[in-house]
């Protein structure tokens, strides 16, 4: 069994990983060539990765957290950030300009 210290920092680990290769797909759209699909792969990626994750972090992490008033503020501006990617990957899925798909596609 993992100590709470271990759990933290594999989480730290797991959604540094997550945002690596987020801008790494986000750098791959580049100013050159046929970026739509590149921008679909980021939208794919979100969808498919970073949203269940999310959620799942919602559905039992969170939910134990929001108990403890210290940590209820953190929950909180986390549930406000994964709002926010849920916003960013939609926005990102009807870009039809290469300019704006990578500011949403660097910012998510």
Known sequence: MMSNRETALAMI???????????DRAQAMGPEGDWIPRRDHIVRYLLDNVLPHAQAEESTIYEAAVQQVVLSALVQSMLWEHTV???MAHEL????????????????
């Open 13 to 23: 680990a797991h959604h540094a990983e997550m945002a690596e290769e987020l801008n």
């Open 85 to 87: 990617i849920r916003d």
């Open 93 to 108: 899925s009807k870009c039809a300009d290469r300019s704006e798909a990578r500011m949403l596609a660097a910012q998510a």
